[in-house]
């Protein structure tokens, strides 16, 4: 994983990694920064690489041979990523290639080659994984069905204007100021059982473009539909980091006594050490759970991991794997 870099500086660089590592079995992409246990990077160029070996095994494969069993590693520019791709039985796992001002080149490569596709699946074998993904927002409100809709205009929540819910819901230090940090702002569409949902982490974030004062209607990114239930919430470092707090303290209890053998981590850019204050601090509570564990991520322009048993795309949040050598069956 490599921060942005020419498209020509980029191919020495994976065939590079192919010659010393003596294979061809490498993925990997641009990102507008990349991580380890030891280290972040977001300003200037670097690079960041975990090797396997042993019984842990890259394996790249087409995503139309995958099974419902499998997880797979999945990196993509945004040209690369379609619903058609992300839509298959299989967990997928990664993140979007991006950069610091979302102009581009984003790159992502397989072996020696970078993929016209913008698209590369690999499976890691020989391991067992525990995938779970922190959204960690700040709930302003509870779900509230979305009474009335227009386009990807949301009339109504409940029996008020959207708007006017948004407002009364906002901390009083945030409705006093001149102008609504709006980009810190978004609906959560809950999934399933909406009284649990937002503990549950069962929802996904609808951005806001417009709030339009003439009607007091807010307009979102993605097109609301009636009987949704949505809340407001806003984008908060504290409350991001307790959610990742618990979202490492559920992977554990999932992978029981065991204590991994590396981590994959991919925060949103938008959710880096620029958001907690110069420090990741998503990265040092993994690192207090699990000293010494190797650990290697990019920041994306989005984040792939399951949802309530399908794949998603993720904003401004951190999707985690863990993983841990199986051990090889003893042929009979």
């Known amino acids: 994983m490599i921060p942005r870099v020419a498209a020509s500086g980029l191919s020495h660089g994976a065939r590079a990694a192919a010659r010393a590592g003596g294979c061809l079995q490498i993925v990997g992409c641009t990102g507008a920064g990349i991580l380890t246990e030891e280290e972040w990077v977001l300003d200037s160029p670097g690079a960041a690489a975990l090797v396997l070996g042993g019984d842990m095994q890259l394996t790249l494969t087409p995503h139309t041979s995958l099974s419902d069993e499998d997880t797979v590693l999945s990196l993509c520019t945004p040209a690369g990523l379609s619903a058609d791709w992300l839509d298959i039985p299989a967990k997928r796992f990664g993140a979007v290639s991006g950069d610091l001002f979302g102009h581009g080149p984003f790159t992502v490569w397989s072996g020696a080659r970078v993929v016209e596709s913008g698209r590369v699946d690999a499976i890691i074998q020989g391991v067992a994984s525990v995938i779970a993904a922190s959204q960690g927002v700040r709930a302003l409100t509870s779900p509230i069905e979305v009474a009335e809709v227009q386009d990807h205009d949301i009339k109504r ?58 009607d007091q209607s807010i307009t979102l990114s993605q097109r609301p539909a009636r009987g949704d239930r949505l809340f407001w919430a806003m984008r908060d470092a504290l409350t991001a980091e307790r959610d990742m707090r618990a979202c490492i303290a559920h992977s554990a209890q999932e992978f029981g006594d065991h204590t991994p053998d590396f981590a994959l981590l991919f925060p ?45 795309l993720f904003q401004y949040s951190t999707v985690l794997g863990l993983f841990r050598q199986t051990l090889p069956r003893v042929q009979s």
């Open 268 to 312: 949103c850019i938008g959710r880096g050490p620029q958001f907690f204050g110069n420090r990741d601090r998503d990265m040092d509570a993994l690192r207090a759970r699990y000293p010494g564990v190797p650990i290697v991520g990019m920041y994306g322009n989005g984040e792939l991991g399951p949802l309530d048993g399908a794949n998603h």
């Open 157 to 214: 929540l409940g029996n008020y204007p959207a708007l006017s819910v948004l407002v009364k819901s906002l901390p009083p230090q945030v409705r006093e100021m001149e102008r609504v940090p709006l980009h810190l702002i978004m609906g959560g569409v809950t999934i399933g059982d909406p009284e649990t949902a937002i503990r549950e982490g069962r929802y996904r974030l609808n951005h806001i473009v417009a709030a339009n004062l003439r």
